[in-house]
């Protein structure tokens, strides 16, 4: 019988963070998380720039590849913001916690949809507050 609580009790260890970390409302965001969201988004955009970059030098594309690109993605610029096809533009000369503390008033005073989790929170905060031009 103590072999079976004791089981029990580590499986509930186990998953109660998980299960905590899904029913997390939006209103718990905090500087750590908009800041990792931040750096992920960045450094996961800039490589895909790099790529796209890097495959339109390598090889030439077809008629369809160019008319599908300009009707979804649009022009392309010589140099864009690492977020730029994610929609999202922030000013090189704007600092991380203007960033942060800017989204955390825009959640505080709009009190975001309780249906949407943290990211979608920040990402959608994020394109309204930095619109790409």
């Known amino acids: 019988m103590r072999k079976i609580t004791h089981i029990v009790t580590i ?7 998980a299960l905590l970390a899904e029913n997390t409302p939006n209103n718990d ?3 750590a998380y908009i800041s990792g969201f931040l750096a992920g988004a960045q450094l996961t955009d800039s490589e895909i720039i790099k790529r796209f970059d890097s495959d339109i030098d390598n ?5 369809f590849f ?13 140099v ?3 977020t730029f096809y994610a929609g999202f533009c922030i000013p090189e000369d704007t600092s991380e916690k203007t960033v942060i503390s800017a989204i955390l008033k825009e959640v505080e005073s709009t009190n975001g ?7 979608s ?7 309204n507050l930095y619109p790409c031009e």
């Open 113 to 119: 949809s309780e249906d949407l989790d943290k990211a």
């Open 66 to 78: 160019k008319r599908a690109f300009k009707t979804r993605v649009g022009r392309t610029q010589a």
């Open 121 to 127: 929170t920040v990402y959608l905060t994020l394109r």
């Open 80 to 82: 864009v913001p690492a």
């Open 11 to 17: 499986m509930a260890c186990l998953f109660s963070p």
């Open 29 to 31: 965001l905090d500087s």
């Open 59 to 63: 090889e030439e594309k077809s008629d």
